[in-house]
């Protein structure tokens, strides 16, 4: 038996409408943005996507304090987005009218050297069936496979620090997703190992509920009762909240909602939030509590950002409203090397302070945030402390994933730095070699193992860059 209705929520249909980088003069004139600031804001989306949609023009910036409003931040290209030798060097391709063959090799190189896909996304995590990569699926954990559906490889609104940011540029070589729609059940039917689904992109909220639905509603027949969560990643619920409340499907999407959770699975919205900003309409209140009417559970995570929310009181707040709005806060996690990192990234020791002050300031029902963690090749790596021993500083780490899962919740030193950004600028403590999952012998380790082991252990080519 399906649940019951959900409440009635009055609000207008509303069209989205979506500006890029070819829209930003006409942004400039309507908004009062010097011109100066629009040609750098152009020259960083050569490199850059750049997406947004009026709900977040009209409700969730505020104009009065560009370019320091954090949700203008969140969604417009900066200057300092770039370093400084890819910015002179595209503002000098357009500026001189370079031809388009050579504008264009210069942007892919430029993009090369931005990591496209950290974490070792398209090297380590793409799996095989019958001897064949299996596109659009990544399997780096053992109970949890994530699935990049090809109609939800886009966004409402496109974040500026985002990670799968080679998602959006059209180069297909870089783009994860999925060429069939049955490939996912041809894979989860030989893997009964697996018992989470994680459906990501981009964001599969783009998607009408009935492609959603093509996608979903097969993983709830029997043969895949060893299937106990789907997961869906979105920052709808931030972007586009009309999404759940009033737009043409939303109803059937709630329904669809109640199916998933009538079948027995535990379905969980995996919500996308960097600010507080983020929840002060009424809409997003009404569609936090209309997908919570559906059955759904919704798990708030997002990363710490320089000029966005490195404080600890923005965080607090973030996840003070949250815990009242019935959403459970999940993660800190640190800015991915890759991309615009170098705009956002805060130094580890840093938001190890951020998040303890942060937790600090919120009752327990609010410190189910985990953090800060690092999305790493290894795994999902948290930093839990810093601690003095005979006079000099560690980091205490610990595994929350590991691509081996004996590595879960194995504590771990590092040389304390003030400088580390990503865990592979730390040291091992104790001046070893090594950390533990770096070597191969230790990785086949499944007995425990003594605590001193465990803490023990292309440019751009010349002829497209500035010359002095």
């Not at 010097?34 to 947004?52: A, G, H």
């Not at 027949?221 to 106990?228: D, N, T």
Request: net charge negative.
């Amino acid at each position: 038996m399906l649940m019951a209705k959900d409440f009635v929520y009055e609000y207008e249909k509303e069209k989205m409408t979506v500006y890029t980088s070819r829209d930003l003069d006409d942004l400039g004139k309507l908004k009062g943005i010097d011109d100066k600031l629009i040609f750098e804001m152009k020259v960083v989306s050569e490199v850059l996507p750049f997406r947004v949609n009026n709900y977040v023009i009209d409700q969730l910036i505020n104009w009065d304090n560009v370019p320091n409003d954090p949700i203008f931040q969140l969604t417009f290209p900066q200057k300092g987005m770039l370093k400084d030798i890819y910015f002179d060097q595209v503002a000098k391709s357009i500026t001189e009218c370079w031809s388009k063959e050579q504008h264009k090799e210069l942007i892919r190189n430029i993009r090369l050297e931005l990591n496209p896909h950290p974490a070792g996304q398209l090297e380590k995590n793409i799996p095989t069936l019958n001897g064949q990569e299996v596109q659009g699926i990544q399997h780096k954990y053992t109970n949890t496979v994530l699935f990049f559906p090809s109609s939800g490889q886009t966004c409402h609104s496109y974040c500026s620090f985002c990670f799968r940011w080679a998602q959006f540029i059209g180069d297909t070589d870089l783009r994860m997703a999925a060429r069939e729609s049955d490939q996912l059940q041809q894979y989860l039917r030989s893997h009964p190992e697996v018992t989470d689904i994680l459906i990501t992109g981009g964001d599969p909220m783009v998607m009408k509920t009935k492609k959603l639905r093509a996608y979903i509603e097969p993983l709830l027949a029997e043969e895949f009762s060893h299937i106990r969560t789907i997961r869906v990643g979105t920052k709808a619920l931030s972007f586009w909240p009309q999404r759940f409340v009033s737009d043409d499907d939303s109803d059937e999407l709630m329904e669809f909602f109640r199916e998933i959770k009538a079948s027995g699975k535990h379905l969980a919205l995996m919500a996308h939030y960097n600010h507080w900003q983020e929840l002060s309409t009424d809409i997003s209140h009404s569609a936090i509590k209309r997908v919570l009417n559906a059955g759904a559970v919704i798990r708030s995570q997002g990363p710490l950002l320089r000029n966005i929310n490195d404080s600890p009181e923005i965080w607090s707040r973030l996840w003070q409203e949250q815990v009242e709005l019935g959403i459970i806060p999940y993660y800190m996690f640190v800015e991915r090397d890759t991309g615009a990192c170098n705009y956002f990234e805060v130094p580890l020791f840093k938001a190890w302070k951020i998040y303890q002050s942060a937790i600090q300031k919120v009752s327990g029902v609010a410190r189910t945030a985990r953090g800060p963690s690092m999305s790493a090749d290894p795994g999902k790596v948290e930093i839990q402390g810093i601690i003095e021993i005979e006079r000099e500083k560690y980091f205490v780490l610990r595994f929350i994933q590991g691509r081996v899962s004996d590595w879960v919740q194995r504590p771990f030193l590092a040389e304390y730095s003030e400088s580390a950004t990503w865990l592979n600028h730390l040291k091992p403590a104790f001046h070893h070699d090594s950390f533990f999952f770096e070597t191969h012998d230790d990785a086949k380790r499944t007995i425990n193992i003594p605590l001193h082991d465990i803490i023990g252990i292309s440019s751009i080519p010349a002829q497209y860059l500035p010359t002095n």
